[in-house]
């Protein structure tokens, strides 16, 4: 078979059964792979009333059919699951090799369900597959585990999926990371994997990818990685990592101060990309294929934490863990903080999203010292942060409080409505490193409509309007129109996320990363399409290649829709809609702006096809997509979701 | 070929978002089936222009300003 494996791997942790089975051509040209066979699994295995930590809860691990092979960075890896987090639908994507090695062992998806009596491993040596004792494992860092695994095995090159302390003690953001450092960082399915008493995933595959016609894929692969050379994005990326972004966010006012209390800060270039690169960064480093590298290595060379090292960080790593928290004097505090979340294997956002939460709290007189047991929460408070991240993660005293996630943090509190303001979420995911009031309205605008939870840059990573502007003419090609370049304007932005929602989904199916299809628009459709015929040997046209990921996104937005969750949750946190933007340096560009979500809400919906009152895809939309079984699902809850009884529940998490 | 009044042309000029209501638009005037409606809003700007040109409803010359200028150089051009 060309491009794809052909198989998925099942383990049932409960009984140790282990199978393979086959995936037809008719579901792999439906779903492509990746995010859409994980998507479908997770739709139809996990009903809405499935406790997350439910044995019999699923937890996918898909690669696609361009994974391992010559395209651009083609190691990607999704896992999905039910949220413990937001108890709806909830994804993550990885880099790293361990895709690829997945794929060399035979395998596009693995689904993972029941629960082991004590902790393991599983251990995939091409078709050999075992489950392996792994209490001696349990309560390890993952670069600890990572290299007990390989002495184990007796290969240093094999690719390895583990949790950390987080994940086993279920904290409901807890996360994964590949080769250690390589994390898929969101929507808690570390906690998941904890749950049924997994400590990880170890591959070894000896296999390859046949590709069907390799001279039209090497013509691809060659004129991509040609183009990439010039590519501005590209080039910022291997210079500074994500980091390149701050000097950035700082000017356009979306540099997370304080919980999103300001957009801006005088001492961000602390932690730029420029200052991180001249004082600890160790060495970059690249995922399978890539030809961004846009990996950093740390190594901190002064002060109280010299000596300390870790893979990473990234914009969205450093930025939660640092200014949102007030930490901006000390970048080295920064650095630390981000090793402790990567060590613990804890979605980095959403543990500085739960801390910078309390610490508002603190501010605002809704918790004291009483609730926090002795802890300071002062803003930028490096030694409480430094005791706390442990503690949340080992779920201990206020801790554990925290690692149920901000908005249950705030009802366990009983800090009401005024407490829930300040945990800065949509459907119980909170917001990354970025104000919408700066980085702009689109991306605002998917941050409402994110089908992992709200809050969510890489749902539709509307770059278009980020580092559209480095590319005269792609706005006109894609949306035409150059306006919508321009981040804090309304223009075009309702389609814009639309396409770019769609686009990213398929991308996400193929699992190749991102970064090189937004941000840098090196790889645009046209090109995926290519390079996937030229391996599958199909005929996959644009369209359908679209198509597929708007089934995709209407499938998870549909999973939401069981949950009750439509109309009235597609919110921003109301901070952004309702205050505006003050100055926090005088060369900031955004001061005084509100989000304005309603202006741009009703013409998504139309792009949509979702019913206006419930917000949930027409049963028109779900027919065209082949979706009929769902649109059967939804049917009776139409009205539901209307009825009095539903409209007096506000919900925060599911 | 004239699809559209000059006073139509200035309404979709003026519009900030308005890849929508021009699909609804060229597909009440048979411009554009179903089929193609739902490809160009899956493809894009330049899918529209690539068919319009495709079918004579506007020239090379005029396709290739559209794709420099974007849709109000499109609108205008529908309106001719």
């Not at chain 1, 979420?425 to 917001?431: H, I, K, V, Y």
């Not at chain 2, 409606?37 to 409803?57: C, P, T």
């Amino acid at each position: 078979m060309n491009g794809w494996a052909g198989q998925r791997l099942r383990v049932d942790l409960s009984s140790g059964k282990i199978t393979k089975e086959p995936l037809s051509y008719e579901y792999r040209r439906k779903w492509i792979g990746g995010r859409g066979f994980n998507s479908d699994i997770i739709y139809n295995e996990v009903p809405p009333n499935m406790d997350p930590f439910d044995p019999n809860a699923r937890v996918c691990f898909g690669v696609g059919p361009v994974s391992g092979t010559a395209a651009p960075s083609t190691g990607r890896v999704t896992v999905t699951c039910k949220s413990p987090l937001t108890g709806g639908f909830g994804d993550s994507n990885m880099g790293g090799h361990w895709g690829a090695e997945l794929k060399y062992a035979g395998y596009d998806q693995i689904v993972v369900q029941g629960r082991a009596k004590n902790p393991v491993y599983l251990w995939i040596d091409d078709d050999k597959v075992e489950i392996r004792d792994a209490r001696h494992l349990w309560g390890k860092f993952p670069r600890e585990a990572d290299q007990m695994i390989k002495e184990e095995v007796g290969d240093e090159d094999i690719h390895i999926v583990l949790i950390g302390p987080a994940g086993e003690n279920m904290v409901r953001f807890a996360c994964t990371f590949n080769d250690v450092w390589r994390a898929a960082g969101r929507t808690g399915h570390g906690g998941v994997i904890g749950s049924k008493n997994l400590k990880g995933i170890a591959v070894r595959g000896s296999g390859t990818v046949k590709i069907a016609n390799p001279k039209a894929m090497m013509d691809v692969c060659n004129r991509l990685r040609q183009t990439f050379k010039p590519d501005p994005m590209k080039i910022g990326l291997y210079e500074f990592g994500s980091l390149c972004l701050i000097n950035v966010a700082n000017r356009d006012g979306w540099f997370p101060w304080r919980n999103f209390q300001g957009g801006a800060h005088p001492l961000a270039s602390n932690m730029a990309g420029e200052t991180h690169a001249k004082t600890v960064l160790k060495h970059r480093e690249g995922c399978f294929s890539c030809p961004i590298c846009c990996g950093r290595f740390t190594h901190i060379k002064e002060g109280k934490w010299a000596g300390e090292e870790f893979g990473g960080p990234e914009y969205e790593h450093a930025v939660p863990t640092g200014p949102r928290i007030g930490i901006i004097e000390d970048a080295n505090d920064i650095w630390h903080n981000a090793r402790l979340t990567n060590d613990y294997g804890m979605d980095a956002i959403e543990t500085g999203g739960v801390i910078s939460a309390a610490m508002e709290w603190y501010e605002k007189g809704l918790i004291t010292t009483k609730e926090t047991g002795g802890l300071e929460l002062e803003w930028g408070n490096a030694e409480v942060v430094d005791k706390l991240i442990p503690m949340i993660a080992t779920r201990k005293g206020f801790g554990a409080i925290l690692a149920e996630g901000g908005d249950r943090a705030a009802d366990k509190l009983g800090l009401g409505d005024k407490g829930h303001y300040y945990t800065i979420t949509t459907r119980g995911m909170t917001l990354p490193g970025d104000d919408p009031r700066g980085l702009g309205f689109g991306y605002g605008l998917s941050f409402a409509m994110g089908t992992r939870g709200g809050c969510d840059h890489l749902r539709s990573l509307c770059c278009l309007e980020l580092s559209g502007a480095l590319y005269p003419g792609l706005n006109t090609k894609i949306l035409g129109d150059e306006r919508p370049n321009k981040p804090v304007t309304t223009v075009g932005k309702p389609y814009m996320v639309f396409y770019e929602e769609n686009q990213k989904a398929t991308t996400d199916c193929l699992q190749v990363c991102c970064f090189t299809t937004h941000w840098s628009y090196a790889v645009l459709t046209p090109d995926q399409v290519e390079y996937l015929n030229a391996v599958t040997g199909l005929d996959f046209t644009e369209e359908e290649f679209q198509e597929i990921g708007e089934r995709v996104y209407n499938l998870e937005r549909a999973y939401w829709a069981r949950q009750m969750s439509g109309a009235r949750e597609d919110l921003v946190p109301e901070r952004f809609t309702t205050e505006p933007m003050p100055q926090g340096v005088d060369y900031q560009t955004n001061v005084g702006v509100v989000f304005p979500l309603s202006e741009m809400l009703k013409k998504y919906y139309k792009y949509r096809d979702y019913e206006p009152g419930t917000g949930f895809p027409s049963e028109r939309k779900l027919k065209q997509l082949g979706l009929d079984y769902v649109a059967k699902d939804l049917a009776p809850l139409r009205a539901k979701y209307m009825s009095e009884a539903e409209k007096k529940k506000k919900k925060y998490y599911y | 070929m004239s699809i559209m009044t000059k006073a139509q042309a200035k309404n979709f000029a003026e519009m900030d978002d308005f890849m929508l209501e021009l699909c609804d638009f060229l597909k009440s005037k048979n411009v554009i089936d179903a089929t193609t409606h739902r490809s160009i809003l899956l493809k894009g700007f330049s899918r529209m222009v690539a068919y319009l040109q495709e079918k004579k409803v506007i020239s090379a010359k005029e396709a290739k300003e559209a794709m420099e200028k974007g849709f109000t150089s499109l609108v205008y051009a529908l309106a001719k």
